[in-house]
């Protein structure tokens, strides 16, 4: 079955502090593809990274990356040195060919950034 | 620019009543999905489409109902609202199976 488990409801960290997210996921497959989306206070969605389950590398954008885990089920992303901007909540996704490659969504993680 | 378009942004409507959510991309996208958003549980899906005349249940699909009768739209039906369906309603459209997705600005929906 499909499982994508966020455990941090929230996180509260003070500008330039580095703060990762975490995501657990569960999947039988073998081929399947994870995802990050931010929301931010506005609401809308935005896309932030897709990687699927035969590419373990680690990613970097900017200030965000991303580490890809299949020993340990995990698809962690990390802000470093955060901005007001980046509070917003983040979801983490999975889609998997079980599901006909539906993606399903974690509850989210709710990031406030402070000045 | 291809963009995929929700409409309404805002209703109220009364328990028992139909209700109707507009979606609308031109991305030429053949998937296409309706989510609902609600505190602790993040996006739930309700319905989806692989392409036209194509539908399919979600995990929350009571109470709900699509059609798919050309690519760019994929209208979200409830027949009768509930108040517990007073929610944040999102469509998203995709390229195709393991793709990420676009989504719409979202429906705020109240049943009152």
């Known amino acids: 079955a499909q499982k994508v488990t966020q455990a941090q409801t929230e996180i509260s960290v003070v500008e330039k502090e580095d703060v990762t997210l975490d995501c657990v996921y569960e999947?039988?497959?073998?081929?399947?593809?994870l995802f990050w989306y931010k929301q931010p206070p506005s609401g809308e969605l935005v896309f932030l990274i897709r990687?699927?389950?035969?590419?373990?590398q680690n990613e970097i954008s900017g200030r965000y990356s991303w580490n890809f885990q299949k020993s340990t089920s995990s698809f962690n992303f990390t802000i470093t040195a955060s901005q007001v901007v980046d509070s917003a909540v983040y979801f983490c996704?999975?889609?998997?060919?079980?599901?006909?490659?539906?993606?399903?969504f974690g509850a989210g993680t709710r990031l406030f950034v402070k000045a | 620019d291809a963009e995929i378009t929700q409409s309404p942004r805002h209703k109220i409507t009364e328990t028992g009543r139909q209700v109707t959510l507009a979606c609308h991309q031109t991305?030429?996208?053949?998937?296409m999905f309706w989510y609902r958003q609600d505190l602790g549980h993040g996006l739930r899906l309700i319905h989806y489409?692989?392409?036209?005349?194509?539908?399919n249940k979600g995990e929350v699909s009571d109470g709900y109902s699509v059609s798919r009768s050309n690519t760019e739209d994929l209208p979200l039906t409830l027949e009768s609202a509930a108040s517990s369906q007073t929610s944040v309603y999102f469509c998203?459209?995709?390229?195709?199976?393991?793709?990420?997705?676009?989504f719409g600005s979202g429906t705020r929906l109240t049943v009152v």
């Open positions: 998203a459209s995709s390229e195709s199976g393991g793709y990420g997705y676009t």
């Open positions: 999947t039988r497959d073998t081929t399947y593809y």
């Open positions: 990687r699927n389950s035969f590419d373990e």
């Open positions: 996704a999975l889609s998997d060919h079980t599901g006909g490659f539906k993606t399903i």
């Open positions: 991305w030429n996208h053949n998937n």
């Open positions: 489409s692989y392409g036209v005349q194509d539908t």
